[in-house]
């Protein structure tokens, strides 16, 4: 077989990549080894700008098979178990933000049906092992399924095959160090108390900051529930992830008193987080990386479909472009690299300072209390932490208050 672009995985940066390749016209085959619907380990939140970015691409959000549940706000905890809930503040039209917590085994599936009704081929169950060179270059992928070992070529390949990236392997590139890798574990429970339309996030554990527990409601008694930590916190506490999800339900004080009729109806499953602080390059020759592959996970928050979709749509520009000029070299695919920075670098620039600061559990009793005291301050702190509005702006107001008000932080 052979096709224009090939792209490896079709999750949210693989579907957004080959949906937009197909509706520009272009031959694109994607192939994932699972067959959907399949489950990915996740959240399942998906902020307002990703619910939009979705929208366009004619994906629905409405009549899912199983438990789903729109959203509009964010509560949050901090160490010293105080909390504040607001929603962020509304759009331009003056309309409420609207995020969605589904299951990633319907939406993704969704979302390849999106890119397969724009024209591109989806061939599932079919594991690529690595890129196919030829003369130097590469050429395409090689794939394994129920019929062997084969080839298939290409012009461009867009490796957009998550966290344990098979195409940034076959680049060279190394797995992210400490700091740049989190790991998360994610459980889904029946039977938890006063669910609100709210994802809530709770610093609960000041020895694991920035990491936290979520609770992120999918149905009136139902939720996803999970724990993600930084590697570094997660080595030097000594614990295992599910030890700390099960203390996050039975002590987190915002928390326990919820779960204690709470069952989990599945076993809770982790997965690595690449964070974008780890600057991986994402532009080679013939070949570009997008979303986890490209370690794009906002360092803050941990949320990574949003980016992985701006990721999959701008290596798809890229590539268009280089069929057009008949030049899929580095230099020829550059634009990916300026078009995800342009739309996003700002926002994981600044997650990861803020993460940083993150770390301080004085910072955050402080903050948290702020925003308890001052429903403008609680709006706005949501809105950041969901990107909704400019976190360079967050940055800078700390930084005055440091200088100016230095009181607000006693
Ligand atoms: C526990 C947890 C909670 C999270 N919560 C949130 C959240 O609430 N909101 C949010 O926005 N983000 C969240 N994230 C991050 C988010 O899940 C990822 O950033 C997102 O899935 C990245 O999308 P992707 O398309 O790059 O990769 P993936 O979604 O991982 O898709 C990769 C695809 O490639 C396929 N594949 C892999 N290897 C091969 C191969 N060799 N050959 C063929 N196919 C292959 C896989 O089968 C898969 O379908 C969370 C992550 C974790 C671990």
Redesign the pocket.
């Known amino acids: 077989m052979t096709a224009d672009v090939i792209v490896?995985?079709?999750?949210?940066?693989?579907s957004a990549a080959a949906y937009a390749l197909a509706t520009a016209g272009a031959d694109v085959l994607m192939?994932?080894?699972?067959r959907f619907p399949?489950d990915?380990?996740?959240?399942?939140?998906?902020?307002p700008h990703?619910v939009d970015m979705l929208r366009e691409m004619g994906v629905s959000f409405d009549h899912f098979a199983g438990p789903a549940r729109k959203t509009y706000g964010g509560l949050i905890s901090g160490p010293d178990g105080r909390s504040f809930r607001a929603d962020p503040p509304r759009g331009p039209d003056g309309a409420r933000l609207e995020s969605w917590i589904v299951p990633r085994a319907e939406l993704?599936a969704r979302v390849a049906r999106a890119a397969v009704r724009a024209g591109a081929i989806l061939r599932e169950g079919?594991?690529?092992?690595g890129l196919l060179r030829e003369r130097g270059r590469v050429s395409g992928v090689e794939i394994q399924d129920g019929a062997g070992t084969s080839r298939v070529r290409a012009r461009v390949v867009i490796g957009?095959?998550?966290?344990?990236?098979?195409i940034a392997k076959s680049l060279g590139l190394r797995e992210n160090g400490p700091r740049h890798i989190g790991y998360?574990?994610?459980g889904y429970f029946d039977g938890v108390d006063d669910l609100r339309d709210d994802m809530e996030i709770h610093y609960f554990d000041r020895e694991l900051l920035p990491g936290y527990g979520w609770v992120?409601p999918t149905g009136e008694r139902s939720a996803n529930v999970?724990v993600?930590v930084y590697f570094g916190e997660l080595r030097r506490s000594g614990r295992k992830l599910r030890d700390i999800l099960n203390d996050f339900i039975s002590s987190a004080p915002a928390v326990a008193a919820r779960f204690r009729q709470a069952r989990p109806t599945s076993r809770a499953i982790?997965?690595?987080?690449p964070v974008s602080s780890a600057r991986r390059q994402t532009v080679f020759d013939g070949v570009m990386l997008?979303?986890?592959?490209a370690s794009l996970?906002d360092p803050l928050t941990?949320?990574?479909?949003?980016t992985?979709l701006v990721s999959g749509r701008s290596a798809a520009r890229a590539a268009m472009a280089g069929i057009r000029a008949d030049d899929v070299s580095a230099a020829a695919l550059r634009g990916h690299e300026h078009e995800w920075r342009e739309t996003v670098g700002g926002y994981l620039g600044a997650g990861r300072v803020l993460k940083n600061l993150a770390k301080s559990a004085w910072l955050f009793n402080v903050v948290v209390r702020r925003a308890g005291e001052n429903p403008q301050h609680a709006s706005r702190a949501i809105g950041y932490g969901i990107g909704t509005i400019d976190r360079a702006v967050a940055l800078r107001g700390v930084m005055r208050r440091v200088f100016l008000q230095p009181s607000f932080f006693r």
Do not use: N, Q
């Open positions: 490896v995985g079709a999750g949210p940066a693989g192939l994932d080894r699972c399949r990915k380990s996740c959240g399942d939140g998906v902020a990703a993704d079919v594991t690529v092992t957009a095959d998550g966290a344990h990236s098979v998360a574990l994610r992120f999970g993600g982790g997965w690595p987080l997008a979303g986890d592959a996970v941990g949320e990574g479909i949003y992985a």
